[in-house]
């Protein structure tokens, strides 16, 4: 890092996709306000399981709103990509943002999650800009999570980001075991492990009587290595994934050479 | 493909993001039923840039419907991956899927648009069942757009698929390009090309005076390869990009170690 760069506060851009009143937004906006300056553009609602989804058919809305003390917040009403978007061409147009912090998300996003996950998109959308963007999450689902052990390693991998960038990476997908401070070991760099959601889909009837599915399904890990995230959280480490966006199979191109060969004719 | 395969008709899953009313769904139905029986489950109403979003918070509507003369078809509430997971965990719970084809798209699905686009998450969601799955796109973003000259090489890739399977793959990532079946060069097996979207909001008040925005932009292609989608495209061919799930970005991870030495006092 250089003189001109540790003069000045870091720009940290804050979102989620919890919304903007979720408990772990806060836990990281007081990890990040130490750090740097803080500008926040989250969801204006929950916004869990997204993607990478965006608003293109409709209107997007933007409120300004004080729900951090002394830190400048916006709600959005799109999704948590849409809050990213807004953020680098409409709120801070004509500023250069130094990182993005996306989460803390409540509940993992280790393994197939992070295709779901709306926090983590959120941060590789930021990437695409160019910027070191970091997305957290803590293995626990309830809305009144603890946060609180994980805040010093947050701040630690913050810091490091800021100081050292990615590597070649311009994300990472950080998830954090739930246990108290001193259970966690220490941080594992690793790879998403291969794993898929088994569903199994309740079937009920609502109050008038007609028939609805909800969602409801169990992991399945499909990897036994010692270098993926699943591995590192389940020995209590926290997982560091380098995480990109080029989804090519790069080597399944020369083994489908032959579907160049048209005759359609023959077909 | 062996005998006993070849006695029966392939079972096709068709979807989309546009729609169960959508042209391109039509298209593709009327181009997959001529191989094998088809069953659509597909959104209620258009999804484009859903992503990989699923309904986990609320529940999930499925109708049976009567669009296409013959065709067992049903609209689901949620997205177009929720589409995919009541097609195979409820609709063809005891069945076993040969192919799953999504589109066709109105519009581009080429380079980075691959990430937002709910037509190729659809595709990929079967991927994750170990179902050979092709996600087709039309450039052409009018809900107008004339699929015919599309139809036969879309048919050969159907049929190709089914008989060679999709190499080290799970996933082919479909764009066709908008000129007439004469001027289509051919199919090229091609790599993701690089590039992104800058946005330019537009900003207005809406009839009650209230401002909001609505996202627009421009594609900044940042990749001058000629073995990308894009390039493809541009020179008259059909892209076809065998795609995976694996973002972890494997190159970076031994550059990151050093995030690994933890000393949270000194930070």
């Known amino acids: 890092m250089n003189i001109v760069k540790l003069m000045k506060k870091p720009l940290i851009l804050v979102t989620n996709d919890d919304g903007i009143a979720a408990p772990g937004l806060k836990a990281l906006v007081e990890v990040a306000k130490e750090i740097g300056e803080v500008v926040v553009i989250a969801p204006d609602s929950p916004q869990s399981a997204k993607g990478h989804a965006i608003t293109i058919s409709g209107p997007i809305r933007l409120n300004k709103v004080e729900v951090f003390e002394g830190i400048e917040s916006y709600e959005c009403s799109g999704t948590p990509v849409d809050s990213v978007k807004l953020g680098k061409y409409v709120v801070l147009k004509n500023r250069e943002v130094d990182l993005c912090v996306s989460g803390i998300n409540h509940g993992s996003n280790a393994s197939i999650n992070i295709i779901y996950s709306g926090t983590v998109s959120a941060a590789m959308e930021a990437s695409f800009e160019g910027i070191n963007s970091i997305a957290f999450s803590l293995l626990d689902f309830s809305w009144e999570a603890d946060f609180e052990a994980a805040k010093p390693f947050i701040s630690h991998i913050i810091k490091q980001t800021l100081e050292n960038g990615l590597s070649s990476s311009k994300l990472i997908n950080v998830n954090i075991p739930k246990l108290s401070s001193k ?74 050479k032959t579907m160049e060969m048209l005759n359609l004719q023959e077909d």
């Open 183 to 256: 259970d966690i070991r220490g941080v594992r760099v690793c790879r998403q492990a291969d794993g898929r959601w088994e569903e199994d889909f309740l079937e009920a009837v609502d109050p008038r009587g007609i028939p609805y599915y909800w969602m409801t399904g169990k992991f399945n890990l499909m990897d036994k290595g010692e270098d993926t995230d699943i591995w590192a959280l389940e020995n209590g480490y926290i997982s560091v994934v380098p995480s990109g966006h080029d989804l090519t199979k790069h080597e399944a191109i020369s083994g489908l």
